[in-house]
């Protein structure tokens, strides 16, 4: 049997960093996301070899092995030997499965578009298909986040695998006693279309390691005040924007997001730098009404709100630097899986 499935990136409206454990435990969180058409796809096959054989063909990795109940992590394989370990244990009572497993994804690792959270929610719905597991979107969603925040304790927040498992514009609140709840946006479809057509992403060519950015954030918002506030503001900037986006009001949103920007800053010093600080200026210079970082900065995916009769000479302006500029399509599914 051959399965495959496939999970959405997602852009980062606003409310980043406010769904980490530290911050939203104690004052809540909501960020606000939409999918878009760029994918972590994954394909299993069940195998009667006695062997385990994994390979991320965009990263050029692979691991193969006899079949165990549990695989040691280190740093090849990671997430999909954290995904198996956690399936067999939890759903084979240890019985180690004998299967060849390949994924690739759209997007870098280190985009800022959430791709390995996005990847983990592929993994985990290729699973659900193959073994007809009885979970439903809050359910992958959480064992995605599990999986990776606790038993891999890789660092980051929830969007992620809630924004896969879900799809669509989601205004997302990350609530004290490790409660979320997802709620799909009713958008107009005129404004959809609109803001689709205003939307440019950015790639700047530099990937980085979100985890150092968010373990930096947690500590200075933990211990100064001013960091505190800051991401105070950036949940407010969440709300206003959910308000802007339902009442249909662009400008307000593209105000939101300069204000949404300059706040995520202040969370931090690794967000922004120099490289960003150019290219933001430069877009702003060539018609954009607003911009900023997809995922926890440093580099990956910046995006930009336009005037859409400005966006082709605003993509050639910012493929003049180097990196990758283009349109986007939001998406309406989530994750998804299918059997051969």
């Known amino acids: 049997m051959i399965v495959r499935s496939k999970a959405p990136l997602r852009l980062g409206f606003a409310g980043g960093g406010t769904d980490l454990l530290t911050y939203s435990e104690e004052y809540g969180g909501a960020v606000l996301?939409?999918?878009?058409n760029m994918y972590a796809h994954c394909t299993i096959e069940q195998t009667d070899n006695g062997k385990v054989l994994f390979e991320a063909v965009d990263l050029q990795e692979k691991f193969e092995c006899d079949v165990r109940p549990y695989y040691e992590i280190d740093n090849n394989m990671m997430l999909f030997k954290g995904v198996y370990n956690r399936i067999v244990r939890d759903f084979l009572h240890n019985q180690g499965i004998s299967i060849k497993a390949t994924t690739y994804s759209?997007?870098?690792s280190g985009s800022g578009l959430g791709t390995s959270s996005t990847m983990v929610v592929a993994i985990v719905k290729a699973f659900v298909e193959l073994l007809n597991l009885p979970l439903g979107e809050y359910e992958v969603a959480r064992l995605a986040y599990e999986i990776e925040r606790i038993d891999l304790k890789l660092a980051g927040g929830k969007q992620d695998q809630y924004a896969a498992t879900f799809g669509?514009?989601?205004?997302?609140e990350f609530l004290p006693g490790d409660r979320v709840v997802v709620n799909p946006l009713k958008i107009k479809d005129w404004f959809k279309k609109e803001l689709q057509e205003s939307v440019v992403i950015y790639f700047t060519g530099l990937s980085r390691s979100s985890a150092k950015i968010i373990n930096e954030q947690i500590e200075s918002t933990s211990?100064?005040?001013e960091n505190l506030e800051a991401m105070h503001d950036v949940k407010r900037v969440a709300y206003a924007m959910k308000e802007a986006i339902l009442t249909s009001n662009i400008d307000k949103l593209a105000q939101l997001f300069i204000e949404g920007w300059e706040a995520k800053k202040k969370t931090s010093s690794s967000i922004s730098n120099s490289n960003i600080e150019t290219i933001y200026n430069v877009a702003m210079a060539f018609g954009a009404k607003a911009g900023k970082i997809s995922g926890a900065g440093g580099g990956g995916f910046m995006?930009?709100?336009c005037e859409p009769t400005k966006k082709t000479a605003l993509i050639n302006k910012l493929r003049s630097y180097g990196g990758h500029a283009s349109s986007v399509e939001f998406t309406e599914d989530?994750?998804?899986?299918?059997y051969l």
């Open 303 to 305: 995006m930009f709100i």
């Open 168 to 172: 669509g514009f989601n205004f997302i």
């Open 106 to 108: 759209d997007a870098p």
């Open 334 to 338: 989530g994750t998804i899986s299918w």
């Open 33 to 36: 996301n939409v999918t878009i």
């Open 223 to 225: 211990k100064k005040k």
